[in-house]
């Protein structure tokens, strides 16, 4: 069934309706997030009271805004700081990864390539407690044998980023392995032969070449710490993430401030998108 | 008898353009028809008209006689050996020749009895537990044709089926088509760029040209007897000046080309006046050389000059002749009886052809 | 020469081997480890296995076990009923801009995060939510009607959740399959059900494959959507672990819990990939 197949009016016409249908559910949800976060009431439900900014710059109770509740903002700075920490480290691990595979063979690689592979099919909330046990297991270690206390092994902020690095390096080691994959090896063969030396060739063309993909390694790898769940939730120390300090909230009972929040990620996370999708277009 | 395939006044437009335009022609049962033509000439919409991937927006294609609009592509007695072959990737040699028969709803036994004839008839017995990606270009290209005629199609169309080979197996597999074509005793309607291709192959070519046919006829009729300047300047090289017309008498006129050299040639039946823009075509290997002026004598057209570039190509070795009134350059064929193998760069010849060698058309405006 | 690449392969294999063995082997048999100590005193243990026993003889725990074992198979299939068609349509029957366009709009919801879409199916179907007011509004009940909390709102959010994960690799394998193939498919004599059959199915099997591994992975360890859609009463295995390990401290059973879901995930994930002759790298990588 392609378009120069004929077929029955009424079997393309379904099967459009089927993929418009499939797109509505898509969008459904986010749909009435982003419509309740206007809702001018405590709720964010039907009925409609009116439409209202209050859910962002509200100032006074009970109608405190994104823009004004502590709480949120200061989640949202732990969760950026968070997320850039783990990108920068899981792009960096990624390119080493990514030139080991590419441009060595030794052996065991194959069988090392599939332990790099690994952490995609660990579920989120194991990955979260082996790191949790082990961590704790270090740190009393250090406390009994040498009186030494590591806050950086108790749960917070330090084991959340580790937790989330050891998967998200997987997906950043085969974003930048791709492009690698596809770079003609006789450009820098050709930076060799005019002068220049190895470390150098690569500098100067293979890490340009590189560089969208380590761009958009970044990206995702920020997004997916951004909104990483299971494995934070495990190890989240006392300073929660913005997706646990919401979970959190929605736990207590939900309020248009939680869909304001949702719409500003969208909107976020949208822009950083488009930011990535014309900077590949460029190169 | 009537045709295997016919199409009459067949036409498709996509939007404003016409990518084929009221185009008839028709091939006799058992007969190799090829369709010439430049890429984006029309001559794949012709292709995928007559298989079904797509509707004519006028006009008829009848197979055996009958009308095929209505018929679904999947129930069409042609079937077609596709560009890339379209082998399928997920299934075994026999599986894949096998695959329309299971569609026929044969029966398993009698399948893999017609696999394994079919095998052998295209030479290569015994490999049908193979995977499509183990076999050579030419093995593929011969599975994929015996893929289609253990169906026993009326017709059997190809998609420039050789395009991917490299230079030396698509001669080799020229003649193993031709052969297999006779050995099927099956209508094939060809299509391809490559003049050669069909040259070789076919019993009758027709030359298409931005949606239409400009000439249809045998190998022979489009070398030697060109109906359009397209045709003449498609098929084979030509040696191409543009000129007025000077003087007409009876089939053979003079003119004069843009640069001043004086030509004649023959118009074939075709209208041309006095004062008329022409274009005249001569074939290279029509354009004889000499050392000595005197052995040309009995041609009408006649220049010197000196040879500017050699082009060594075994049996189509070339020279560029630039003539000494300068008024340009002519390409000449060497004769292979190797006479003419110590021409050097700058060596003085001479060279002459006959004026019925020089094929004229009226100019289009361009 | 010769030394300068030895260097280079020492440097380049550091990175990569600390993180997988401090990040990923050794946790994991820490973990194990854990899992085999029973508490006999204040501070005293002995190797055992005891919690691996509890875990079989507890009729909830094993329930839950294979309750969210089967649930996670049913999401899967039905993520990979509701996405072929759609992808189909993505990889096959649109070209060039229209094509793209469509395929971004796939991605676009879950450029946010997972909270944020069950949030937005909790509006949807709660109580007082959206699809309740629009029913009775169109007179198609009387009361209210309450949707969350049951385990039809679990599947509707796993499957939403994992949508990407099977819509992508789907289109980019049917997008790799020429169109003259299936042309060819149909020229001899095929129809439509036969040559989804016997060519286009067996040619995305890699992405299908990878698409079922990654969305039975993601549900079989979701937390959230269960959690939410699912209330107190979803028995989902993860919220097992949660609690032995976060509201019990109870870390010894915990750790076989979760060596159990991990046994489960890794022997699903290898059957699969053994059933259909594929292997981790050409699904994953």
Not at chain 1, 149 to 165: K, M, N, S, T, Y
Not at chain 2, 119 to 124: A, E, Y
Not at chain 2, 194 to 214: K, T, Y
Request: net charge negative.
């Amino acid at each position: 069934m392609i378009p120069s197949i004929p077929q029955p009016r009424f079997v393309t016409a379904a099967y459009t309706a089927y993929v418009t249908l499939f797109f509505v559910f898509l969008a459904l949800p986010l749909i009435v997030v982003a419509v309740f976060a206007f809702n001018d009431s405590q709720f964010p439900s039907l009925p409609w009271e009116g439409f209202t900014w209050n859910w962002f710059f509200g100032s006074e109770r009970p109608m405190i805004g994104v823009f004004h509740e502590r709480g949120i903002l200061s989640a949202i700075g732990t969760s950026v700081l968070v997320a850039m920490i783990v990108s920068a480290m899981s792009v960096f691990v990624g390119m080493t990864n990514a030139f080991l595979f590419n441009r060595y063979k030794f052996r065991g690689q194959s069988l090392l390539y599939v332990l790099m592979l690994l952490p995609l099919v660990i579920p989120g909330i194991v990955l979260g407690i082996s790191i949790l046990v082990f961590s704790s297991r270090v740190a009393n270690g250090l406390w009994d044998g040498f009186s030494i206390d590591v806050e950086a092994l108790r749960p917070g902020l330090w084991l959340v980023i580790l937790g989330q690095f050891s998967f998200i390096t997987t997906i950043a080691t085969l974003v930048i392995g791709a492009r690698l994959q596809k770079f003609d090896r006789t450009l820098e063969e050709a930076a060799l032969n005019l002068g220049a030396g190895r470390l150098t060739a690569i500098r100067t063309v293979t890490l340009p070449y590189l560089a969208p993909a380590m761009i958009g390694a970044f990206v995702v790898a920020f997004l997916m710490s951004f909104e990483n769940f299971n494995t934070t939730l495990m190890l989240v120390g006392s300073d929660a993430p913005l997706t646990i300090a919401m979970f959190d909230r929605l736990k207590e009972g939900s309020t248009p401030l939680l869909n304001a929040v949702s719409l500003l990620l969208m909107v976020g996370s949208s822009c950083l998108a488009l930011v990535m999708i014309v900077f590949q277009r460029k190169s | 008898m009537t045709a295997d395939l016919e199409c009459i006044d067949l036409e498709k437009r996509f939007g404003d353009t016409t990518a084929v335009d009221r185009v008839s022609f028709s091939v006799p049962q058992g007969s190799f028809f090829s369709i010439l033509g430049p890429s984006g000439c029309g001559k794949t919409t012709i292709m995928r008209m007559i298989a079904g991937f797509l509707d004519p927006s006028d006009g008829d294609i009848l197979i055996k006689g009958k009308s095929v609009l209505d018929v679904a592509p999947n129930k069409r007695p042609v079937n077609m050996v596709f560009q890339h072959l379209a082998l399928f990737p997920m299934m075994n040699i026999a599986d894949n020749i096998g695959y329309g028969l299971r569609r026929a709803g044969m029966g398993k036994a009698e399948i893999s009895r017609k696999v394994d004839e079919a095998l052998d008839r295209i030479g290569l017995p015994g490999i049908g537990a193979r995977k499509v990606d183990e076999l050579s270009g030419g093995q593929k290209q011969r599975v994929a044709i015996a893929r289609c005629m253990v169906l026993e199609p009326d017709v059997l169309l190809l998609d420039e089926p050789l395009g991917a080979l490299d230079l030396k197996l698509r001669e080799r597999m020229k003649v193993e088509l031709k052969a297999l074509q006779s050995a099927f005793d099956t209508t094939f309607v060809y299509i391809t760029h490559d003049q050669s291709e069909a040259l070789v192959m076919s019993d009758n070519i027709a030359v298409m040209n931005e949606g239409r046919f400009e000439q249809v006829g045998t190998a022979r009729d489009l070398y030697y007897r060109p109906d359009t300047a397209f045709v003449a300047g498609f098929v084979g090289d030509s040696n191409r000046w543009r000129g007025r017309v000077t003087k007409l008498d009876g089939q053979n006129l003079e003119l004069q080309s843009d640069t001043g050299m004086p030509l004649r040639g023959a118009i074939q039946g075709r209208t041309l006046n006095l004062g008329d823009v022409a274009d005249v075509f001569v074939r290279p290997e029509a354009i004889k050389i000499a050392h000595a002026k005197d052995d040309l004598s009995h041609f009408d057209n006649q220049l010197s000059g000196k040879v500017t570039s050699l082009l060594f190509n075994g049996a189509a070795s070339r020279v560029i002749v630039a003539t000494d009134t300068g008024h340009g350059e002519v390409e000449v064929n060497l004769p292979q009886s190797g006479e003419f193998a110590d021409l050097v760069k700058g060596s003085d010849v001479h060279i002459g052809w006959g004026s019925d060698h020089g094929n004229c058309f009226a100019a289009e405006a361009s | 020469m010769r030394a300068e690449a030895k260097l280079g392969l020492a440097l380049l294999l550091t990175p990569l081997l600390m993180w997988l063995s401090l990040l990923i082997f050794i946790p994991h048999v820490d973990v194990f480890l854990v899992s085999l100590r029973e508490r006999v005193g204040v501070g005293q243990y002995q190797i055992s296995f005891a919690n691996y026993l509890t875990f079989f003889q507890e009729p909830l725990y094993l329930w839950t076990f294979l309750r969210t074992a089967v649930m996670s198979s049913l999401a899967t299939v039905m993520t990979l009923i509701i996405a072929f068609p759609v992808s189909y349509y993505i990889a096959k029957m649109i070209k060039g801009r229209a094509q793209s366009a469509l395929f971004l709009l796939c991605l676009v919801p879950f450029w946010v995060s997972e909270l944020v879409r069950t949030f937005g199916w909790m509006i949807l179907l709660r109580e007082t939510g959206v699809i309740s007011n629009v029913l009775q509004y169109l007179g198609l009940v009387d009361g209210p009607v309450e949707m969350l909390y049951n385990d039809g709102a679990i599947m509707i959010g796993l499957v939403y959740t994992s949508m990407l994960f099977m819509v992508v690799p789907l289109v980019t394998t049917l997008e790799s399959l020429p169109d003259e193939v299936i042309e060819a498919g149909y020229d001899l004599g095929g129809n439509g059900i036969s040559v989804l059959r016997e060519i286009i199915v067996p040619h995305a099997m890699p992405g299908i494959v990878s698409g079922c591994i990654v969305v039975f992975m993601l549900s079989l360890g979701n937390y959230l959507t269960p959690t939410m859609l699912g209330g107190k009463e979803s028995l989902w295995f993860t919220e097992l672990i949660y609690s032995q390990f976060i509201v019990r401290f109870n870390w010894e059973l915990g750790a076989a819990f979760g060596f159990m879901l991990l046994i489960l995930s890794s022997a699903i994930v290898w059957g699969m990939l053994k059933l259909t002759g594929q292997s981790l790298e050409k699904t994953m990588g």
